[in-house]
């Protein structure tokens, strides 16, 4: 179960030269659930989320357009990556930016302090570097080009060639650290999740680690190393600091100790700059390593991961646009296991959308609180004595509760979706079977009657309530409706953990007009 703790959540830092698509998206509105679900646990609850704005890529691409790197990041930041998460209902803490003084000043004292510690030299350096992953490229993910770019050496993901760098910069002792990165992943075996991405992990670090090239001299656009202004310190370090300076690392220490170690939730692509660098790093500067990484997979579209390059990228907004931003997160935290790849498809979200969510959810919501209107004057009836129908929807109710606080605890929100699920199946079948409608006609069936729409109406209160981290706008209205006076969002004696108990929404209660939750859409 969740507990009444600390618990910090962050989103990878976006790279915002590339559009917001829906892999992005999926990120956001996973770690924004989770987050949700903490938050109405009693948890105290901090999600971070944000943008990673400098390298040599967006710099080049700030002069492509004429305008300065900051201007161009700018630009980016307010005309795409802010509206995404207003698209999505997103309810972030913060949001980070990489060009923000806090970040910069703190991730200059950090790497003043690994100096200090005898963990960076100075060298030299030559490889392959992909400006599109802004990283030095290992020999796993070096192809060899065809086509266009046939004889030249590309990048496995990008496939554009890639560029020969040799310069002098400054070197983490990454090879240092591989001993106690293995003694982690042995001692803590959730550190990384799930155990696909785990075996990844263990297996490259068993491989051997080399030192890293912390630093880039031959352009400016970044964080100056602070003993030597003539480098940069490299975009991908940079960046994997914003976890600890949006919280206060180097200027806010009470609230760095409420807050850290946090939990990151990453694309698998990017996996082992967090499962890796990223703890060696806090190692070496005296901090506790993360909580934990979850690697989710890729959304595919047409059997490829989403690529701008491509032209396999989604906006979100061709989703929410027809089917609304509760459909869309549904929909994407329910049908693919997360920590695997999931193809993405329009007939399945609508075939999805119109079975789970309109005739499913959306109907039983409707004609439980339309007959309440009708039979009983928009009053919540008194339930009489529970016969043994009744008994078993309370029964799938607390087990749906307590199976989906169980997989939240291990990050599965499509299994928490699917125990929730089970309260919208059962409470569908027990208005069939009950035939509130038939009751209605007798006036010696009055007390069972209402009986039935109470253990309904009841059952829509622990929906509302499960539900609201996954769908906060439709949980919202239908919380409204049950005649809520506070807003779901703030109403904390309605936490998570106390969904599953039954008799919380008190006889008597006016219950108000609901209109359709999800409507149903027309499809060219």
Same mark, same amino acid.
């Given at each position: 179960?969740?507990?009444?703790?600390?618990?910090?959540?962050?989103?990878?830092?976006?790279?915002?030269?590339?559009?917001?698509?829906?892999?992005?998206?999926?990120?956001?509105?996973?770690?924004?659930?989770?987050?949700?679900?903490?938050?109405?646990?009693?948890?105290?609850?901090?999600?971070?989320?944000?943008?990673?704005?400098?390298?040599?890529?967006?710099?080049?691409?700030?002069?492509?357009?004429?305008?300065?790197?900051?201007?161009?990041?700018?630009?980016?930041?307010?005309?795409?990556?802010?509206?995404?998460?207003?698209?999505?209902?997103?309810?972030?803490?913060?949001?980070?930016?990489?060009?923000?003084?806090?970040?910069?000043?703190?991730?200059?004292?950090?790497?003043?302090?690994?100096?200090?510690?005898?963990?960076?030299?100075?060298?030299?350096?030559?490889?392959?570097?992909? %400006? !599109?992953?802004?990283?030095?490229?290992?020999?796993?993910? =070096?192809?060899?080009?065809?086509?266009?770019?046939? $004889? #030249?050496? /590309?990048?496995?993901?990008?496939?554009?060639?890639?560029?020969?760098?040799?310069?002098?910069?400054?070197?983490?002792?990454?090879?240092?650290?591989?001993?106690?990165?293995?003694?982690?992943?042995?001692?803590?075996?959730?550190?990384?999740?799930?155990?696909?991405?785990?075996?990844?992990?263990?297996?490259?670090?068993?491989?051997?680690?080399?030192?890293?090239?912390?630093?880039?001299?031959?352009?400016?656009?970044?964080?100056?190393?602070?003993?030597?202004?003539?480098?940069?310190?490299?975009?991908?370090?940079?960046?994997?600091?914003?976890?600890?300076?949006?919280?206060?690392?180097?200027?806010?220490?009470?609230?760095?100790?409420?807050?850290?170690?946090?939990?990151?939730? %990453? !694309?698998?692509?990017?996996?082992?700059?967090?499962?890796? =660098?990223?703890?060696?790093?806090?190692?070496?500067? $005296? #901090?506790? /390593?993360?909580?934990?990484?979850?690697?989710?997979?890729?959304?595919?579209?047409?059997?490829?991961?989403?690529?701008?390059?491509?032209?396999?990228?989604?906006?979100?907004?061709?989703?929410?646009?027809?089917?609304?931003?509760?459909?869309?997160?549904?929909?994407?935290?329910?049908?693919?296991?997360?920590?695997?790849?999931?193809?993405?498809?329009?007939?399945?979200?609508?075939?999805?959308?119109?079975?789970?969510?309109?005739?499913?959810?959306?109907?039983?919501?409707?004609?439980?609180?339309?007959?309440?209107?009708?039979?009983?004057?928009?009053?919540?009836?008194?339930?009489?004595?529970?016969?043994?129908?009744?008994?078993?929807?309370?029964?799938?109710?607390?087990?749906?509760?307590?199976?989906?606080?169980?997989?939240?605890?291990?990050?599965?929100?499509?299994?928490?979706?699917?125990?929730?699920?089970?309260? /919208?199946?059962?409470?569908?079948?027990?208005?069939?079977?009950?035939?509130?409608?038939?009751?209605?006609?007798?006036?010696?069936?009055?007390?069972?009657?209402?009986?039935?729409?109470?253990?309904?109406?009841?059952?829509?209160?622990?929906?509302?309530?499960?539900?609201?981290?996954?769908?906060?706008?439709?949980?919202?209205?239908?919380?409204?409706?049950?005649?809520?006076?506070?807003?779901?969002?703030?109403?904390?004696?309605?936490?998570?953990?106390?969904?599953?108990?039954?008799?919380?929404?008190?006889?008597?209660?006016?219950?108000?007009?609901?209109?359709?939750?999800?409507?149903?859409?027309?499809?060219?």
């Amino acid at each position: 179960m969740t507990s009444a703790g600390s618990f910090y959540i962050t989103t990878p830092i976006y790279y915002p030269s590339d559009l917001p698509h829906i892999g992005h998206g999926y990120t956001s509105v996973a770690v924004d659930t989770l987050a949700r679900w903490h938050r109405q646990g009693g948890d105290d609850t901090w999600m971070l989320t944000g943008t990673d704005e400098h390298g040599q890529k967006m710099l080049r691409a700030a002069a492509a357009n004429g305008v300065t790197p900051q201007q161009w990041v700018d630009k980016l930041v307010a005309e795409s990556w802010f509206p995404l998460l207003k698209t999505l209902d997103v309810a972030n803490d913060d949001f980070i930016r990489t060009t923000q003084p806090r970040h910069e000043e703190a991730v200059q004292a950090f790497f003043q302090a690994l100096y200090d510690r005898g963990y960076i030299y100075a060298g030299e350096y030559e490889a392959l570097y992909c %400006v !599109g992953c802004e990283e030095f490229k290992p020999e796993s993910e =070096i192809v060899d080009g065809t086509g266009p770019f046939e $004889g #030249l050496k /590309v990048c496995a993901i990008h496939s554009k060639p890639l560029e020969l760098l040799q310069e002098k910069n400054y070197f983490f002792k990454l090879s240092e650290f591989q001993d106690k990165l293995l003694e982690l992943y042995k001692t803590e075996p959730d550190f990384v999740r799930p155990d696909s991405a785990r075996n990844e992990v263990v297996s490259f670090v068993k491989q051997g680690l080399k030192d890293l090239s912390i630093s880039r001299s031959t352009f400016d656009w970044g964080i100056k190393v602070p003993w030597d202004d003539s480098h940069v310190i490299y975009v991908w370090v940079d960046a994997l600091l914003n976890y600890v300076t949006a919280i206060g690392y180097g200027t806010d220490e009470e609230n760095f100790q409420r807050r850290w170690p946090a939990y990151h939730v %990453v !694309g698998k692509d990017i996996l082992r700059f967090h499962a890796v =660098i990223w703890p060696a790093l806090l190692m070496a500067a $005296g #901090l506790e /390593v993360p909580r934990g990484v979850f690697a989710h997979g890729w959304l595919l579209v047409g059997g490829e991961k989403m690529s701008k390059s491509k032209l396999t990228g989604i906006a979100p907004t061709e989703i929410t646009d027809v089917f609304g931003s509760d459909a869309y997160r549904f929909y994407f935290l329910s049908a693919i296991p997360f920590g695997h790849d999931g193809s993405f498809s329009w007939e399945d979200l609508s075939a999805r959308y119109q079975a789970e969510l309109a005739n499913g959810f959306g109907n039983l919501a409707s004609r439980t609180t339309a007959m309440i209107e009708r039979y009983f004057e928009g009053i919540v009836p008194a339930p009489g004595e529970y016969a043994e129908g009744d008994l078993a929807v309370q029964k799938t109710v607390r087990d749906a509760a307590a199976a989906a606080d169980a997989a939240i605890e291990r990050f599965r929100i499509d299994e928490a979706i699917t125990a929730i699920w089970t309260i /919208v199946d059962e409470l569908n079948g027990y208005i069939t079977d009950n035939e509130p409608w038939a009751l209605a006609k007798d006036d010696a069936q009055r007390e069972r009657l209402g009986t039935v729409l109470y253990t309904a109406a009841e059952g829509l209160r622990a929906l509302a309530v499960l539900l609201s981290p996954v769908m906060p706008i439709a949980t919202e209205k239908l919380w409204i409706a049950l005649g809520a006076a506070e807003s779901l969002g703030r109403l904390q004696e309605q936490g998570i953990r106390e969904a599953g108990d039954w008799g919380i929404l008190k006889p008597g209660t006016s219950v108000n007009g609901l209109a359709p939750l999800f409507p149903r859409v027309e499809q060219a």
